[in-house]
């Protein structure tokens, strides 16, 4: 008579979560070996099994005396929590059997029955927090030298996997969880989704949704799984969701789509994918796509046909609320025996959400005063953040649930607030001090008329108030340059890779009484017909004419690959 090892994963710890399978291999064997608490929990299944109880550091006796019984022809089933590959049980019995030269062919059976790991059951009851790619990291240090785990951890946090930490502390490892957190603030916002589940499926459930600066001040021991976000992770509801990567081929506020179905996976609107990059192409992508881009991807064949979509309510300056949204518009949910379409709720979005947005002194203003930037730091405290960017503004990123209150405050102190992504924004100079301020009122006009307009790509109008154009307005999309009660009209710079280029100059001596409708048709034009995420430079190519002004190639060079960082 053969014996046989049953490797059993049986999931986070409820009934409702064992695998069929599972189930019957409990059923069929003869002897149960596990870690005290795991038979406690799979108790109901037991019938006439001998149970082999052992402590929790003796995995290594378990493994040889599931062999041992094996070997005598016995059927062993040897349990672990959630799945046997998983931190669990499988790998040692298969290197035990290693150890005394076990075949296939000839030695004792064995099979290892998949379970439910914590990475996902926690992950279910966070929302969506996985989603894309994502890693498992035990932080325990028992078996593993610290530093290949701080090493491991620095790595996920460099490449923005979701990050799923195992074992993060027990009552004598405290300070592995805290290091974990000093090195992935390094790479991600302190604001950055983290979810703490405790004890997912059994008893003590616990969930809680945080961020990663304060992660630490709750409840984290032996029985939690800890999800820490990527960057493109949302809180929404209490939840953590994980964007896929739709927003870069759809317009996911829009009822109709920019790209129709047969182009959706055409090469040239998926300038991104490895076929489509080429040598001087790679160096280039890489530097445009900023960091949220790069880091998702997507598939198109499950989404539905835009006619089937609903318009989503613009409730948040953020695109990936509107995200949130139409994933859940794209679920249908039971009501009595019926599949309807989710219902949006309006009650759902006042919640704790991350509000992120951009202040600037003003249009041509560019000093900020005491009192703005004392209230502007009050309102971020300790745990939001304020980053300087490199487009005369400041970039706010704060929990809050009441966004209204904070951007009234704000706008009472004479700040310019302007949502964040792929906008229409001026960038005005400072008009010598606003000095030379004639053309102010063209720059408020523009502003006025396209700024903040939603477009495919962020896209930046430098606006000069006289010909020295310091502020550099002819190295942005659209440069307009007043001389001599003229304007000048620049277009299509490329202003970001090392092949970036001046915008060309299309025309001199403009009117100033047609100058601002002229801009606002080119940009609404852009809106319309741009692909989404294509910068207007590679639009004005595309297109080859606007307004008349007709696209002239710029000369190049081939430059060497470089990636971010090279
Ligand atoms: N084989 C198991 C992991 C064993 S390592 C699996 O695949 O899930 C033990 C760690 O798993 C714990 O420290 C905790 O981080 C996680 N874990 C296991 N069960 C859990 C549960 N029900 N809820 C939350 N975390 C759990």
Redesign the pocket.
């Known amino acids: 008579m053969s014996g046989k090892l049953l490797i059993i994963?049986f999931g986070?710890?409820s009934f409702e979560h064992i695998t069929k399978r599972a189930r019957e291999a409990i059923g069929e064997s003869e002897v149960i070996i596990g870690y005290n608490t795991y038979v406690d929990l799979i108790a109901g299944l037991l019938t006439e099994q001998q149970v082999v109880r052992t402590g929790m550091t003796e995995e290594v006796s378990r493994a040889q005396e599931a062999v041992r019984q094996a070997k005598q022809g016995k059927k062993v089933a040897v349990i672990?929590?959630?799945?046997?590959g998983?931190?669990?049980m499988a790998g040692l019995v298969y290197e035990v059997l290693m150890e005394q030269g076990w075949t296939r062919e000839d030695g004792v059976q064995v099979e290892v029955i998949p379970?439910i790991?914590?990475?996902h059951?926690?992950g279910s009851l966070l929302g969506a927090p996985i989603m894309h790619d994502s890693c498992t990291i035990?932080l325990s240090d028992h078996l593993t030298p610290w530093e290949l785990i701080a090493k491991r951890v620095e790595a996920a946090g460099m490449a923005d996997f979701v990050i799923a930490?195992?074992?993060?502390r027990s009552g004598r490892r405290t300070r592995q969880i805290v290091e974990t957190q000093r090195i992935l603030l390094k790479y991600r916002s302190p604001l950055t989704p983290v979810g703490i589940?405790?004890?997912?499926?059994?008893d003590r459930?616990h969930v809680v949704v945080t961020t990663l600066a304060d992660m630490l001040n709750h409840d984290i021991g032996?029985?939690?799984?800890?999800i820490i976000g990527n960057s493109a992770t949302k809180l929404y509801d209490g939840l953590m969701i994980t964007p896929r990567g739709y927003q870069r081929k759809y317009t996911l506020g829009a009822e109709t789509q920019p790209l129709k179905p047969h182009q959706r996976l055409k090469s040239e609107a998926e300038p991104w994918a490895l076929e489509q990059l080429d040598e001087q192409d790679w160096d280039e992508s890489m530097e445009e796509f900023d960091e949220e881009d790069e880091l998702m991807d997507d598939e198109v064949t499950e989404i539905k046909e835009p006619s089937q979509l609903k318009s989503t309510p613009n409730l948040s300056p953020s695109n990936s609320l509107q995200l949130a949204m139409e994933a859940l518009q794209l679920v249908s949910v039971s009501k009595g025996n019926e599949e309807v379409p989710f219902e949006f709720d309006e009650k759902l979005t006042a919640t704790q959400s991350i509000f992120e947005f951009a202040v600037s002194p003003g249009i041509a203003n560019k000093k900020l005063t005491a009192a703005q930037l004392c209230a502007l730091g009050e309102i971020v405290g300790d745990r939001g953040d304020i980053e300087y960017s490199p487009h005369h503004q400041l970039i706010v990123r704060v929990q809050t649930n009441n966004p209204k209150q904070i951007t009234s405050e704000l706008s009472a102190l004479g700040l310019l607030l302007s949502p964040i992504g792929d906008v229409a924004q001026i960038k005005a100079c400072d008009f010598c001090n606003l000095e030379k301020g004639e053309s102010i009122p063209y720059a408020e006009a523009i502003h006025h008329r396209i700024g903040n307009l939603e477009v495919p790509k962020e896209l930046k109008i430098g606006f000069n108030g006289c010909g020295m154009a310091c502020y550099g307005a002819v190295q942005q999309d659209i440069g307009i340059v007043y001389r001599k009660e003229k304007f000048d009209l620049f277009l299509g710079g490329k202003t970001v890779g090392r092949n970036a280029h001046a915008a060309q100059p299309v025309a001199e001596g403009i009117d100033p009484a047609e100058l601002v409708d002229l801009v606002g048709r080119i940009v609404e034009r852009y809106q319309k017909e741009g692909h989404p995420n294509e910068r207007f430079h590679k639009f004005f190519k595309r297109v080859k004419e606007i307004e008349g002004y007709r696209h002239q190639e710029m000369v190049g060079f081939v430059i060497e690959n470089a990636i971010c960082g090279d």
């Open positions: 994963g986070p710890g672990s929590s959630g799945d046997a998983v931190y669990g379970g790991s914590a990475v059951s926690a035990s930490l195992y074992n993060p589940v405790k004890s997912a499926y059994r459930q032996m029985l939690t799984t800890i």
